[in-house]
């Protein structure tokens, strides 16, 4: 356990869905991030928030919408999805810049 | 564009060899260098390296940072079966002042290590 939680652990979801992605640390950390992880490609930077205020977009597709309502909770919403979207997504978080710790992530599959 | 590239990008190996696995690194603002372990879904934090030529150590595992060369190499010794799994290497930048880091990975180095 690195204190990092995320659910659900498994997502399954049709391309007209609107479904939600939560990460929860209990690490006291100011930031938290998303990152996507495809088959054969490296871990991808998606957002970054600080202190809960957005400070990185690495060029994300709108049908991503975070949201961080404190700097413990992080959420990642949904909607109209492709298959190529489909992924393992993970959150993690860190003490102003040091060592990221990251939690379980989340399977997701879009039909 | 920042860039971060491990070799070999896979490995088989039989309990009790040593690998080494390397990292090379292109970024602007380099901060430090990373290594993860990621088994089945949570990479797990290894190692943070910020000085050159300083070996970190943590049982079987070492590694060391060579800024002038851009590099890093993990060392696992006397493997076992347990030591399967992806190994990442990370670039952290500068971003925001000092309140919080980028990474970048690389691709992943796959080590299996057959009993």
């Known amino acids: 356990e690195t204190g990092v939680t995320q659910t659900p652990r498994h ?101 | 564009e920042d860039k971060v590239v491990q070799s070999p990008l896979s490995l088989v190996v039989h309990e009790g060899d040593t690998v080494t696995l390397n990292c090379s690194y292109e970024v602007t603002n380099f901060r430090s260098l990373l290594w993860y372990k990621q088994e089945k879904k949570a990479p797990t934090f290894l190692f943070m390296l910020t000085s050159s030529g300083i070996e970190k150590k943590s049982g079987r595992l070492s590694s060391i940072l060579d800024k002038k060369e851009l590099s890093s190499i993990l060392n696992i010794t006397a493997t076992q079966t347990g030591d399967s799994a992806i190994y990442l290497c990370a670039a952290s930048i500068n971003a925001g002042g000092t309140s919080y880091g980028k990474l970048t990975f690389g691709q992943g180095t796959i080590l299996t290590v057959h009993p």
């Open chain 1, 11 to 111: 997502l399954v979801m049709g391309m007209t869905n609107k479904k939600s992605l939560k990460c929860e640390q209990h690490l006291g950390h100011n930031a938290m991030y998303w990152y996507k992880q495809s088959a054969k490609k490296p871990l991808e930077l998606m957002f970054v928030y600080n202190f809960k205020e957005q400070t990185e977009n690495n060029s994300v597709p709108s049908r991503f919408s975070p949201e961080c309502p404190n700097s413990s909770h992080l959420f990642l919403h949904l909607h109209t999805l492709q298959p190529e979207d489909s992924a393992l997504y993970l959150c993690a978080s860190s003490h102003w810049g040091d060592t990221q710790y990251f939690g379980p992530g989340t399977r997701l599959t879009v039909l």
